[in-house]
Every structure is written in C-alpha cells, then in structure tokens.
Nanobody
Framework: EVQLQASGGGLVQAGGSLRLSCALSGFTFENYAIGWFRQAPGKEREGVSSISSGSSAGRIWYATSVKGRFAISRGNVQNTVNLQMDNLKPEDTATYYC???????????WGHGTLVTVSS
C-alpha cells in the first residue's frame, strides 16, 4: 500500500520559516522523482518543487513563485523528502502534499496534506 505522509505545517508570520517532511512507502522510491504540491483554498493544486531519483538523482525543479525561498532535499531517514520554506509569504498559504511524479504528473492517489498558514 502506497503511503504519502506530509507533516510539519503550521501557522507562521510572513517572513518566517517552516520545514515540511514527507515520508513515502509502498513503492520503489528510486524509480520516481518526488514532488511537493500545494492547493490553496479555491485554487487548483499546483507543483511547488521536485527532486529526481535514480540515474538522474538530485535534479531539482522549483516553481517560479518559490525559487530562492524554498529548498527541497532528501531526508536523512530513508524514503523521506524535506521542503525547507523560508521568507514565507501570505500567498504561500495552502495545504501541502507530496507525491511521486510520473509522466502525467502526480503518480499516486493523494495522501493527507499538511496545512501551512502564513499571516501578514
């Protein structure tokens, strides 16, 4: 059974930082890039960042809106991926999810996300 567990969200003031963690299990981690996505109220889910695995391990992508503020990395614990979010803005407020990334986008059914609220 695939499990995608995002954690680390919370309430923070604008300019603050949070570190999200994603624990993944139930599939071969090395076969997929792992991505962070977010969905703000009333908006569609969007990609935030991803990090590749396997032969192209370490290739990283960021959405323009978070470039220079967010940093994705593999966790010290096996099959975990972190998202360090600095200089947070109110527009970063959303529920954040992690997932494996396939050719057509998110590969598996969504797990429970973690809510990030940035106050102005």
């Amino acid at each position: 059974e695939v499990q995608l567990q995002a954690s680390g969200g919370g309430l923070v003031q604008a300019g603050g930082s949070l570190r999200l963690s994603c624990a993944l299990s139930g599939f071969t981690f090395e076969n997929y890039a792992i991505g962070w996505f977010r969905q703000a109220p009333g908006k569609e889910r969007e990609g935030v960042s991803s990090i590749s695995s396997g032969s192209s391990a370490g290739r990283i992508w960021y959405a323009t809106s978070v470039k220079g503020r967010f940093a994705i990395s593999r966790g010290n614990v096996q099959n975990t991926v972190n998202l360090q979010m600095d200089n947070l803005k109110p527009e970063d407020t959303a529920t954040y999810y992690c997932n494996a990334v396939g050719v057509a986008g998110a590969r598996f059914s969504w797990g429970h996300g973690t809510l990030v609220t940035v106050s102005s």
